[in-house]
């Protein structure tokens, strides 16, 4: 995985580069805090603040909010990995999330299946919301229906 990270060397051409020479400067920058009161409050501004800076504010846990650079996401990460493999996430990929961090990768799936304790924006962007939870083997019923076409017991 260290080589996957691209570089654009021309317009035209990228190249790989070694995970351990990138040096584009900050990628993520976490708030957390036990109250979720406080990071909801909070949102608004790092969202201005985000905007003004050429970035963007997701969550992925309700006591988290993740500040990323525009254009960086799950979904955007997914999509080269994808490109890099030579799969077709429209026909190939099965995604499974729980949170809004994971709204890009359900979207672009041939399938993107959702666990039933996710968050209600992730329910809302899902093909298929479960009734398990994460907690209950959601992943494993996910991946027993929809990549081996097998029904769970």
Known sequence: LPQLLLSPSSDSDQERQPLETYKNGLHKILFMDP???????????????????????????????????????????????CQRLGIDPKTQLLALGDAENDIGMLKMASIGVVVGNGSEIAKKAADVVLTQTNDDGAVGVAMEKYAFGRVPS
């Open 35 to 81: 109250s979720v009161d406080k990071l909801n409050e909070m949102r608004p501004h790092l969202e201005a603040l985000a905007e003004e800076n050429g970035a963007t504010v997701t969550q992925a846990i309700p006591t988290m909010l993740e500040w990323l650079p525009q254009g960086c996401s799950k979904g955007k990460g997914v999509s080269k990995m």
